[in-house]
């Protein structure tokens, strides 16, 4: 059934007119009750709509789905203890920076609201979460719309380099945030008064 929808709600949103766009929003917010993968919705984006207003309703769907996410974890907390945990043994070497946020955005298996959690659990406002949610989905959305059927359609090979140049990227911001994490505290710990 899910399938069948899945086919469905594109060829309506396709259909509908000049509520396109809305009926799109609206298909990024439903999409994790079909378990769909952003990349998918991206890409159906990116086909109805073309690369520039294909990024822009995706952004838009995906802050949305962010703003969503937060309020259910201030309302509901308990619901995502194991989510909380299992983020916790994520990113036990330290936090993240933005950058890594964002290439992970890119990689499809990671999953989108494990990093929306961790994003709740490091800002302090709504305003705060709002504006890092939205930075952390510019550029997978953009990439997703108008590359995401090139991704999804390159030889195994070509996949897997992807993946590897991606951890490389990961490993390399967390590798330089360490750094000045570090230089900070020595410079603390040297502090002249």
């Not at 994790?32 to 709509?49: H, N, R, T």
Request: charged share 15%.
């Amino acid at each position: 059934m899910i399938e069948h929808l899945s086919e469905a709600i594109p060829i309506y949103i396709e259909q509908s007119g000049f509520l396109a766009p809305l009926l799109f929003v609206l298909f990024h917010l439903i999409r994790p009750l079909l378990l769909l993968p952003v990349i998918f919705v991206c890409m159906v984006g990116g086909y109805l709509f073309g690369v520039i207003y294909g990024s822009i309703f995706s952004m838009i769907g995906l802050t949305l789905m962010c703003i969503i996410f937060y309020f259910i974890t201030m309302k509901f907390p308990h619901l995502l203890s194991k989510f909380a945990k299992l983020n916790k043994k994520m990113m036990k070497n330290g936090p993240m920076t933005m950058n890594q946020i964002m290439v992970l955005r890119m990689v499809p298996f990671v999953h989108f609201h494990l990093l929306s959690l961790y994003i709740v659990e490091q800002t302090n406002s709504f305003k705060e979460y709002t504006k890092y949610s939205f930075l952390g989905i510019v550029l997978p959305s953009i990439i997703f719309t108008s590359f995401g059927q090139m991704i999804v359609d390159l030889p195994l090979f070509y996949s897997i380099a992807l993946l590897v140049f991606l951890t490389a990227i990961f490993f390399g911001f967390r590798k330089k945030n360490l750094d000045k994490q570090t230089n900070v505290e020595w410079k603390k710990f040297f502090k002249t008064s």
